[in-house]
C-alpha cells in the first residue's frame, strides 16, 4: 500500500505562486511516474502535469504549460507543482497520483494506482 500526502495548497490572488508537494510512503520503490490532477468547483477531473521518476520526463496539459513545473527529489520521495502567474480559473481541489504499472506517461486517471486526499487552491481575482 502507498499513501500520498498533499501539502501546500492556500488561497493567493492572481499572478501569485504556490508550491505543491506530494510525498509518498509505504513502498520501498519509486512509482513509474507521478501525475497532478484537479478537480475545478462544479466541473469533473482534469489532467495537470506528470513525470517520470525514471529520468525526470515531464508532460503538461496545453492550459499550464510555461506557468507550472512539476519536479522531484528522489531521496524524499517527493513530487512538486510549481505554480507561477495563478489565474481565478486554476481554482481547484489538486490531487496527486502515483502509477506503478505504467512506465510510460499517463495523462489519464486510470493510469495511476494511488491517490492523495487532495489540497485546495484558489485563487482571487
Known amino acids: 500500500q502507498v499513501q500520498l500526502v498533499e501539502s501546500g495548497g492556500g488561497l493567493v490572488q492572481a499572478g501569485g505562486s504556490l508550491r505543491l508537494s506530494c510525498a509518498a510512503s509505504g513502498r520501498t520503490f519509486s512509482s513509474y511516474g507521478r501525475g497532478w490532477f484537479r478537480q475545478p468547483p462544479g466541473k469533473g477531473g482534469e489532467f495537470v502535469a506528470a513525470?517520470?521518476?525514471?529520468?525526470?520526463?515531464?508532460y503538461y496539459a496545453n492550459s499550464v504549460k510555461g506557468r507550472f513545473t512539476i519536479s522531484r527529489d528522489n531521496a524524499k520521495n517527493t513530487v512538486y507543482l510549481r505554480m507561477n502567474s495563478l489565474k481565478p480559473e486554476d481554482t481547484a481541489v489538486y490531487y496527486c497520483?502515483?502509477?506503478?504499472?505504467?512506465?510510460?506517461?499517463?495523462?489519464?486517471?486510470?493510469?495511476?494506482?494511488?491517490w492523495g486526499q487532495g489540497t485546495q487552491v484558489t485563487v482571487s481575482s
Open positions: 513525470i517520470i521518476w525514471s529520468g525526470g520526463y515531464t
Open positions: 497520483a502515483a502509477d506503478y504499472h505504467n512506465p510510460h506517461i499517463a495523462t489519464d486517471n486510470r493510469g495511476y494506482d494511488y
